[in-house]
């Protein structure tokens, strides 16, 4: 399910995560957690829900009900160990953020230069890999929600790098499905050069922007699990 937010709210709901706390992990050393703190949130929280351009990506199903501290802190146990494993997949950056619910969820980053070659759609081996040790570090949480979102850079127009973005994602998207992942779970998007996360006016900027992120937050049931589990 995808979840549209306007701008305004989307604002409103990253200024609440402000004082969350934020984690990133990194394949570097060992996989362990670095960084954290309000520092981190503001970065992940917010970087999740803005691009640079202002425009929202909220992830997550949107309850339309409070949802108490006990429940948020098993599932946040839940999403940090699975941030943990998730690390160790090669070419792979991690980091916890907040979904519309105001849980926990995660952030996987690849960049498009392993995953794709230059103006194509087609997944690399290497990539391949990847995706795989994803699809299998998901088995043992099935209820979640997977969105992906495919970045481009700006070169060229508007209208082909939508089209490439939507293309990257649904290509991960149609990879994870032939490793296991129900296609139920996940959602795709593109969204073009709209969300740079650096300065396109560089080399090494436009190959950050060049990514695909996948989100992962619980659905409704790990949430009702949870609440019972809480109660």
Request: negative net charge; charged residues 30%; hydrophobic residues 40%.
């Given at each position: 399910m995808k979840i549209v937010m306007t701008k305004a709210t989307a604002i409103v709901l990253a200024a609440s995560l402000l004082f969350a706390g934020c984690s990133t992990w990194s394949k570097a050393g060992s996989g362990a957690a670095i960084g954290g703190g309000s520092g981190a949130a503001i970065g992940a929280g917010l970087g999740a829900l803005l691009g640079k351009s202002g425009e929202s990506a909220a992830i997550g199903a949107a309850l339309g009900a409070a949802i108490g501290a006990g429940?948020?802190?098993?599932?946040?146990?839940?999403?940090?160990?699975?941030?943990?494993?998730l690390a160790?997949?090669?070419?792979?950056?991690?980091?916890?953020?907040?979904?519309?619910?105001?849980?926990?969820?995660?952030?996987?980053?690849?960049?498009?230069?392993?995953?794709?070659?230059?103006?194509?759609?087609?997944?690399?081996?290497?990539?391949?890999?990847?995706?795989?040790?994803?699809a299998n570090e998901m088995k043992d949480l099935p209820d979640t929600d997977i969105t992906v979102y495919g970045h481009t850079d700006n070169t060229g127009s508007a209208s082909v790098n939508?089209?490439?973005s939507l293309q990257r994602a649904n290509a991960v998207s149609s990879y994870l499905g032939t490793c296991g992942i129900a296609p139920e779970r996940m959602t795709t998007e593109g969204k073009s050069y709209t969300m740079p996360v650096a300065d396109n006016s560089t080399a090494e900027g436009r190959a950050q922007n060049r990514r695909v992120?996948?989100?992962?937050?619980?659905?409704?049931?790990?949430?009702q699990d949870a609440q019972k589990e809480a109660l």
């Open positions: 429940t948020g802190a098993i599932i946040g146990s839940r999403m940090d160990k699975k941030a943990e494993e160790k997949i090669e070419s792979a950056q991690v980091e916890t953020v907040k979904d519309v619910n105001g849980l926990e969820a995660i952030k996987v980053t690849f960049d498009s230069g392993i995953l794709f070659k230059t103006n194509s759609a087609n997944l690399s081996n290497n990539s391949k890999e990847a995706l795989k040790s994803f939508e089209k490439l992120e996948i989100f992962i937050s619980a659905n409704e049931k790990m949430i």
